[in-house]
């Protein structure tokens, strides 16, 4: 099984430009035919929350 864990510094409040960073990094790992893929634990949806409340 093929692994591979992303670090990222996310935009502050640019869910949109944040998830098109993470699609980018899905075709990439799918052309290295990565099995599985980690992310940072809720990221897109935490952020946006956090700096909304």
Avoid at 31 to 49: M, T
């Amino acid at each position: 099984m093929k692994v591979r864990a992303i670090q990222f510094s996310p935009v502050l409040g640019d869910i949109s430009k944040n998830l098109l960073f993470h699609k980018k990094k899905i075709e990439e790992a799918k052309k290295d035919k990565i099995d599985l893929i980690i992310f940072p634990e809720l990221i897109l949806r935490e952020l946006n929350r956090i700096l909304n409340a």
